[in-house]
């Protein structure tokens, strides 16, 4: 089965301790098991603090990534590409201490040569992004998010072509901002399944998703807004993800950060008790069923058996009427030589009884005839 992680992106408002080890540890004790930290709005965070918040976060069994600093452009002009490459480098470096898994980033606003413009350029700076990466030792992995704006760079598809075009960046599935520039396009699990589909080619072991409500207009996110009060529901993507057996972590990016990363998690092991007590429900039927099976075979068996017993003592009755037939006949034929060596013997007798009164009628001396009276 899939591991699913749910965190919210940001040290979580009701913790008490802001730094970002107070948030780390107050998520776990909330048993949630996953943070972005956000350097979102500017980079506050030394080595020293980010090494320690990797320790804490080992020990916590948290998963941590974390999200660049918003302003990058790197489909600009040189000045601000090169200020997107010192945010982005620098987060890495700190996303690198920390352990954390991904370094979220924004492409920037497209070019006004177009959007094949911007691609090309998005992509020459993400290369050199990643070799800079290499060569300066930061591991954490790269990962492209999608816009949710109309003016932003970053369309579901926009990013996959990107990743497909430097190795080494994944896309980041904001489905927030895929709804809002769909215009609410992600309703159904069927809706969800062919965002993965897109990602088909990448052969991604794992996936990075944000989610939040979201409120949008003409294909453009305003805001966003906690999971209830939007129409981008979360069962659906959980559906999806369990049915394809996945393995993802989800951050919150709600207002209300780990509220509604724990109403995630409670509608996670809702689905999963909806769909357990189906298959256990499924089973049942199943175990019903080949009892059926079962029980209709042994009928059959029986009859069959009853209709072999009633042919084998049919059989046997023709075979006792042929033998008694044929008994029969072999005494009827007995007593027929029987009458016939009698006859024959009778016959014999006569004849010789015959033959001796001849013979003794023959031997027996004639009477001599008697004289006339004169």
Known sequence: MGTIRIGPGGIPLSCKGRTIKDGVIYTRNLELDAIQVQFVRGIRTTEEEALEVGRVAREANVEVHVHAPYYTNLAGDEPNVERAFEKIIAAGALADAMGAKTLAIHA????????????????ESMREVVETFKEDGIKVRLGLEVAGKQALFGTIEEVIDVCKAVPGI?????????????????????????????????????????FTGVLYENGSERHHIPIKKGDLRFEPLVETILDRDLNVTIVSHSPILEHDAMYMKIVLDRVKERRELRAQREKAMAIQEAERDKARKERERIQLERQKERERAEKQKTLERERAQKKKEQER???????????????????????KRKAAAAKKPKAKPKKKKK
């Open 108 to 123: 920037g606003l497209y070019d006004d040569a177009g959007s094949k413009a911007t691609h090309d350029r998005v992509v």
């Open 170 to 210: 994944i896309p980041i599935l904001d489905f927030a901002h895929i709804h809002a520039r769909t215009n609410g396009g992600l309703q159904t699990a069927e809706d969800f399944a062919r965002v993965f589909d897109l990602c088909k080619d990448l052969n991604l072991p794992e996936y990075l998703i944000h």
């Open 333 to 355: 034929k007995k007593a027929e030589r029987e009458a016939e060596k009698k006859a024959k013997e009778a016959a014999k007798k006569k004849a010789e009884a015959e033959k």
